[in-house]
């Protein structure tokens, strides 16, 4: 099992910036795919953005795609998303995840709230 603890949430005026963090502990050495997600109020959790840790390929949401950077620091086991001009619409609870087989997700971290203002 892996633990996930995510970090770097915060409020934000609209075209604002934010870089959420995801430290990863624990059977490191399984992942495969570490992926962001988010969960507005009322609505379903959706994907943002995923890395395929071992082959390098990153994967966004269409609504995400040329303003979220998702990387990863392979000796810190952490995993980042880069937000930039963000929109109110990018608000809710932001979780961090983590698979063994793309693109299915066994570990989940707490989730840390993004707030964007118009």
């Known amino acids: 099992q892996v633990q996930l603890v995510e970090s770097g949430g915060g409020l934000v005026q609209a075209g604002g910036s934010l870089r959420l963090s995801c430290a990863a502990s624990?059977?490191?050495?399984?992942?495969?795919?570490m992926g962001w997600f988010r969960q507005a109020p009322g609505k379903e959790r959706e994907f943002v953005a995923a890395?395929?840790?071992?082959?390098?390929?990153?994967v966004y949401a269409d609504s995400v795609k040329g303003r979220f950077t998702i990387s990863r620091d392979g000796a810190k086991n952490t995993v980042y998303l880069q937000m930039n001009s963000l929109k109110p619409a990018d608000t809710g609870v932001y979780y961090c995840?983590?698979?063994?087989?793309?693109?299915?997700?066994?570990?989940w971290g707490q989730g840390t709230q993004v707030t964007v203002s118009s």
């Open positions: 890395s395929r840790w071992t082959i390098g390929v990153t």
């Open positions: 624990g059977r490191t050495s399984n992942i495969y795919v």
């Open positions: 995840a983590a698979g063994r087989i793309y693109p299915k997700y066994d570990d």
